[in-house]
């Protein structure tokens, strides 16, 4: 089962350290050798992102900071997993490295592994 994962916490105001940045990338290193790790990504600030909306079909375009914003999505990352508990476990191990935050777990839809499903009941 593959299985996306949103990590969001408080907006940082300054790039990661030489020392977080080697932990993290021993971390995805160990992820994709293993074949747990997919892909993974992390995002810029808010300051030079925008975001658009559609509202009862009015199109909106907000340009960043969202200060507003208590926490924003800071990453992501597509995960292979067996299970949802495996995913939580692989999420904490995440967390124990990237620092405080929260990730959403979210399994990802695919119709060959529906399709399987739906022929053998």
């Not at 993290?24 to 993974?40: D, F, N, S, Y």
């Not at 914003?69 to 299970?83: P, T």
Request: hydrophobic share 35%; net charge neutral; aromatic share 6%.
């Amino acid at each position: 089962m593959k299985f996306l994962s949103i990590y969001k916490h408080a907006e940082r105001t300054g790039p990661p350290s030489q020392e977080e940045i080697n932990k993290m990338g021993k971390l995805v290193e160990e992820g994709m050798k293993a074949g747990w790790l997919l892909a993974t990504e992390g995002c810029l600030p808010t300051a030079l992102g925008a975001r658009v909306r559609n509202s009862s079909g009015k199109l909106t375009v907000t340009d960043g900071p969202f200060t507003e914003a208590k926490e924003v999505v800071g990453g992501f990352a597509i995960l292979r997993a067996n299970s949802k508990e495996e995913v939580i476990q692989l999420t904490k191990d995440f967390l124990k490295v990237a620092g405080d935050g929260e990730c959403e777990i979210r399994q990802i839809f695919e119709a060959d592994t529906c399709l399987q499903k739906a022929t053998t009941v």
